[in-house]
């Protein structure tokens, strides 16, 4: 019912930088929130950082100050700028939106495909 497609994951350095994007379609009506998680090998998913359609952000302690999460609401996008890159970030990134669908109404939650990221030390 609604698509997310990831894009900007790869290989970099430590204290590198990345850019994720993830573009939401479908029968989207609304979207309140947009996030992204990860999920290391052997490890549960996690959260990394999450923005409201306000605006509102929440950050896990161990990226707050290094990355940056942002959103595009007219293109249902939103971006994870992520900084000073540590092997710890090293993990699948997933995309994720809930909001309202379209006629007929319900609400949604839906998860990207993921992408991975992999900092090398």
């Known amino acids: 019912q609604v698509q997310l497609v990831e894009s900007g994951g790869g290989l970099v350095q430590a204290g590198g930088s990345l850019r994720l994007s993830c573009a939401a379609s479908g029968r989207i009506f609304s979207i309140n929130a947009m996030g992204w998680y990860r999920q290391a090998p052997g490890k549960q998913r996690e959260l990394v950082a999450v923005?409201?359609?306000?605006?509102?952000?929440t950050y896990a302690d161990s990226v707050k100050g290094r990355f940056t999460i942002s959103r595009d609401n007219a293109k249902n996008t939103v971006y994870l700028q992520m900084n000073s890159l540590k092997p710890e970030d090293t993990a699948v990134y997933y995309c994720?939106?809930?909001?309202?669908?379209?006629?007929?109404?319900?609400?949604?939650?839906?998860w990207g495909q993921g992408t991975q990221v992999t900092v090398s030390s």
């Open positions: 923005i409201t359609s306000g605006g509102s952000t």
């Open positions: 994720n939106a809930r909001g309202v669908l379209t006629t007929p109404m319900g609400d949604f939650r839906s």
